[in-house]
């Protein structure tokens, strides 16, 4: 890929709008973002750098920040990223029993993927979102109130 | 008791996120009367002053003072930043401001920036936020075309625009300079304090950070007035608070209830204790709060200065209740190796201390600890306290520290077996 796609770069002059005309770095989060989305999931050096050079920034910059935020992957992913919540008020609340009912389930552990390239599956940190404990994102969609019946209904309804 | 007062007021309305819905309980009422009377900055301080506001987001620092430490006559661009970075362990307040009444959150940031002279708001949302962050673009949206927001607001001639940002998962980034550099496209580290943000903030100029839910409050409170919103709490404590009640209890969620609350009504409200089990302990404010043991519960009220004054801090308001058949042991080391995971590696003793001290405790919980392991968590976690950068570090010693103080015995027990 030599350039960014037409209605990327549409959306990232949007987002560089809300932000001082020097600022340009200030999009880059929201930048990797989208094009991570349509990318798979996850972003290739050659993304980067055509993140950096479309928001006329230092490459290493973009790394740095692609490196630093748990929402970005590096590497190929599932079509679908499951985030269990394993931290305390989840944990009081069997986030244990989520995580291993995701593994039988799937047939992977933490951090892999599923045969079929469907799920990624992980364990996250507080999610904010305590009162439905335990939770799980799903790519963008919160979870909550945890059962085994519940968490065969969701799965069930991803393509 | 009385209860959602103040930022959950449209809580019980249909669509309460609406800007129809929230102008048919008076919202943006106060705005327009600023906007139209020219109120007197000075006028505003004073009744936030007097309401003895405090920031809902961990510190508890009082708004009016730091909403003065910005000269609005200063000349040059400022900013006012609402902090919806919400990641403590255990709080859950803010998303459902953001999902269900928006507006009020706006009409604070906004009421922020014209007493500050900032003409811009940036409205800082963690990534995982999407619904609640597509919830507030609307409600931006909503009162730009209200002409609410923009440019010579309600021909007033102040100017006020907002823009919701989006973060990509980093606890760190709830760190008010973290944040900062977040927003300026930046790794989530933290700034060495001074210069503070209000003379130094986002792109080097001034800035006022608040937590979400402290920017809901401000509407009502200017509605209603600085002496109402005093009485509803305590002296010093004014107000409501929201109370984010997580673990073992029947009806977990959050409760808005006036600060100074006895903790057993708060417990009541939850629904009581989970299983007719017995209280063992309760963190008040967010993992990084210290722990409280049950003896201490009893007599306790949910406000800033008498938590403590028992040992711990209010926090965000993130209360997590534990029963008596719950392994201490195991939960200081999911604590601590939440820190160790979030820690984001720019100061020494933070970055190993926090790694040291998860893997003795997972070395304690496999019942492989050493005699001496215990006095070892202790000595690290006072060489984290105050050496780092940021609070964080003291947020991942405060929890070992007061674990091992209220519990040791359970801890000694691992390492005989």
Redesign the interface.
């Known amino acids: 890929m030599q350039e960014l796609p037409q209605d990327i770069t549409t959306a990232i002059d949007q987002i560089l709008q809300?932000?001082?005309a020097t600022?340009r770095?200030?999009?880059?989060?929201?930048a990797?973002?989208l094009v991570q989305k349509r990318n798979k999931g996850w972003l290739t050096t050659e993304l980067m750098d055509l993140v950096a050079d479309y928001l006329q920034?230092d490459r290493i910059?973009v790394y740095?920040?692609a490196?630093?935020?748990?929402?970005?992957d590096l590497k190929p992913v599932g079509r679908h990223k499951i985030?269990v919540c394993?931290?305390?008020?989840c944990?009081?609340?069997g986030s244990e029993d989520v995580v291993n009912y995701l593994q039988e389930k799937l047939c992977v552990g933490l951090n892999q993927t599923t045969a079929d390239g469907k799920f990624t599956l992980r364990a996250a940190?507080?999610?904010?979102?305590?009162?439905?404990?335990p939770m799980m994102?799903i790519d963008?969609?919160?979870h909550e109130n945890l059962t085994p019946e519940k968490i065969n209904k969701i799965l069930m309804e991803i393509e | 008791m009385q209860q959602n007062q103040i930022c959950f007021r449209t809580l019980h309305l249909s669509q309460p996120w609406s800007l129809k819905t929230y102008e048919s309980i008076g919202g943006y009422k106060v705005w327009r009367k600023i906007l139209t009377e020219k109120t007197p900055p000075e006028q505003i301080l004073a009744e936030l002053k007097l309401s003895a506001l405090r920031g809902r987001g961990g510190a508890g620092f009082p708004t009016a003072v730091k909403w003065t430490f910005i000269k609005r006559d200063a000349p040059g661009q400022k900013y006012v930043v609402c902090n919806s970075d919400e990641g403590e362990p255990g709080t859950f307040k803010d998303r459902d401001i953001l999902l269900f009444n928006p507006h009020q959150v706006i009409e604070g940031m906004a009421i922020a920036g014209y007493v500050m002279g900032a003409t811009v708001g940036y409205n800082y949302v963690r990534g995982e936020f999407n619904e609640p962050l597509a919830r507030i673009e609307e409600a931006v949206l909503e009162a730009q075309q209200a002409g609410l927001l923009g440019d010579n607001i309600l021909g007033s001639d102040f100017d006020f625009n907002l823009y919701n940002v989006a973060g990509a998962g980093a606890y760190i980034c709830g760190e008010e300079t973290a944040l900062l550099n977040s927003l300026e496209g930046k790794q989530g580290w933290p700034r060495f304090k001074p210069p503070f943000p209000a003379s130094y903030g986002v792109y080097g100029c001034p800035t006022t950070i608040n937590n979400t839910e402290t920017f809901a409050s401000v509407p009502v409170i200017l509605e209603k007035g600085g002496q109402w919103h005093l009485d509803q709490g305590k002296p010093n404590n004014g107000g409501y608070k929201i109370f984010c009640v997580s673990g073992h209890v029947n009806k977990p969620g959050n409760y808005e209830i006036p600060l100074g609350t006895p903790f057993n009504d708060l417990l009541a409200l939850a629904g009581g204790m989970r299983a007719g089990k017995k209280l063992k302990a309760v963190i008040p404010g967010g993992s990084s709060a210290p722990v409280l043991p049950v003896a201490v519960l009893q007599d306790l009220t949910m406000d800033y200065d008498a938590i403590a004054k028992a040992g711990s801090m209010l926090g965000s308001g993130a209360v997590i209740v534990m029963d008596e058949d719950t392994c201490m042991v195991k939960v200081l080391a999911r604590i601590a190796d939440f820190y160790f995971e979030e820690s984001c590696g720019q100061c020494t003793p933070c970055r190993e201390g926090t790694g040291w001290m998860a893997r003795i405790l997972q070395r304690i919980l496999q019942g492989k600890g050493l005699a001496e392991d215990l006095d070892k968590l202790d000595s690290i976690a006072g060489n984290i306290m105050g050496r780092t950068i940021c609070a964080f570090g003291d947020a991942a010693a405060m929890p070992v520290r007061s674990f091992l103080k209220h519990f040791r015995e359970e801890f000694t027990a691992y390492i005989r077996s």
């Open positions: 809300k932000f001082p600022q770095q200030s999009a880059v989060i929201a990797l973002m920034i910059i740095e920040v490196n630093f935020y748990s929402l970005f985030y394993t931290n305390l008020s944990m009081l609340r940190e507080c999610l904010a979102a305590c009162g439905g404990a994102q963008e969609e919160y």
